[in-house]
């Protein structure tokens, strides 16, 4: 199983940036899709984006296409999120996930990072 480790959370303004980090600390050669995850206080889970860890091409949820953006440090085997245009509804714990080649979901998860949004 991969470990994850993610930083990079914290308190922002609405309208300001956050990136978020996530590195994976074992062999990544069984990496299929790498992506990101947040929980708002009563609410489900949801997807926010993934990256294609061989093939680099990404996914986004409607909610933060054109603010968010996944990118992946092949040589650093992380992953990163650039948040911007934050808006208050984005305040959650975010976090990082891996899905494996053999696996039919994502299978690995980091601990979270909080997100907070102030209005």
């Known amino acids: 199983q991969v470990q994850l480790v993610e930083s990079g959370g914290g308190l922002v303004q609405a309208g300001g940036s956050l990136r978020l980090s996530c590195a994976a600390s074992?062999?990544?050669?069984?990496?299929?899709?790498m992506g990101w995850f947040r929980q708002a206080p009563g609410k489900e889970r949801e997807f926010v984006a993934q990256?294609?860890?061989?093939?680099?091409?990404?996914a986004y949820a409607d909610s933060v296409k054109g603010r968010f953006t996944i990118s992946r440090d092949l040589a650093k085997h992380t992953v990163h999120l650039q948040m911007n245009s934050l808006k208050s509804e984005d305040t959650a714990i975010y976090y990082c996930?891996?899905?494996?080649?053999?696996?039919?979901?994502?299978?690995?998860w980091g601990q979270g990072t909080q997100v907070t949004v102030s209005s």
């Open positions: 990256v294609g860890w061989v093939s680099g091409n990404t």
């Open positions: 074992e062999e990544t050669s069984s990496i299929y899709f």
């Open positions: 996930a891996v899905r494996t080649n053999t696996a039919s979901r994502y299978n690995s």
